[in-house]
């Protein structure tokens, strides 16, 4: 059974003294979740600062990007060697560095096999731009849209050569680029039939055992309102909160309703 994960994208946001009070207030209630898992993602230069806060806490942290390559002349770049020992997770291929730093699948993919080389569990962003027209089609009809959309060609193109065991480290998080940030929020359902293809690709890539330890994430304007409508799709195994993730209340009230559905 896989373990649900919350994890809060900080983005470029909050001062060194916000990031630490934020980082607190999670410490100290998510140990009332044991069901889940929850990590956040600070700015890198607050990743140390916020390691030493947390100390033996079940709460851990997570780095928003790396550079593929182990160390070298990338002015400005962070390796996934210089995050060993601090962050547990990475996010990989977010749409706004696919948008903004012009990344794409090869980059990304690169960045995913660093990351399970030196093992950091790398978190895959996909997503497509506009939500998928499925109404009136057949499942093989749905099926067939979907292994021609980006979201898939981006799983399949961002997880080339990932092998073996190595597959219970990855996470993809399906956030539609139309609802982060927006307030626009995918519906449950239409969250939850995506996660549900996207499980039958990653079980068609690594075979039924190791594509059943994926977790599949929903991201895109989640906040404590909402959340109800993923807790109650079995293929969403967690979220990736962004904006609501800077405020505790909306970030615990989404992982309070998420601990309370779980059946882990
Ligand atoms: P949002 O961001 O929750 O603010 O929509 C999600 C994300 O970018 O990961």
Same mark, same amino acid.
């Given at each position: 059974m896989r373990r649900p994960l919350i994890v809060g994208n900080? &983005?470029?946001? @909050? !001062?060194l003294s916000d990031a630490h009070v934020l980082a607190k207030v999670v410490k100290n209630s =998510?140990? &009332? %979740?044991?069901q889940i898992e929850v990590a956040i993602c600070p700015p890198f230069p607050w990743l140390v600062p916020i390691k030493e806060e947390l100390s033996l806490s079940p709460l851990k942290l997570g780095a928003q990007n790396i550079h593929p390559? #182990?160390?070298?002349? %990338? *002015?400005g770049e962070i390796s996934s060697m210089m995050l060993k020992g601090i962050a547990e997770y990475v996010l990989v291929g977010h749409s706004e560095r696919r948008s903004h %730093?012009?990344?794409d699948n090869h980059f990304v993919n690169l960045k995913v096999l660093e990351c399970l080389r030196t093992y950091l569990k790398p978190i895959l962003c996909v997503g497509e731009e506009k939500k998928l027209n @499925? +109404?009136? @089609? *057949?499942q093989q009809g749905i099926e067939q849209r979907f292994f021609h959309s980006k979201i898939a060609e981006e799983i399949k193109k961002g997880l080339k050569? /990932?092998?073996?065991? *190595?597959?219970?480290n990855i996470t993809v998080a399906y956030e539609p680029v139309w609802a982060i940030g927006t307030g626009n929020n995918a519906e449950g359902r239409y969250a939850g039939l995506i996660a549900h293809l996207i499980r039958d690709l990653l079980i068609n890539i690594a075979g039924e055992t190791l594509g059943q330890t994926v977790r599949i994430l929903y991201g895109g304007s989640v906040n404590k309102k909402n959340v109800i409508d993923y807790a109650l799709? /079995?293929? =969403? +195994?967690g979220l990736l909160v962004?904006? #609501? !993730?800077?405020?505790a209340s909306e970030f615990l009230g989404i992982c309070e309703v998420i601990a309370k559905h779980s059946k882990y």
């Open positions: 900080w &983005k470029m946001n @909050l !001062s =998510i140990e &009332k %979740f044991p390559e #182990a160390e070298g002349p %990338f *002015t %730093f012009k990344e @499925l +109404d009136g @089609l *057949t050569g /990932v092998k073996g065991e *190595t597959w219970r799709e /079995v293929e =969403i +195994d962004g904006g #609501a !993730s800077l405020k």
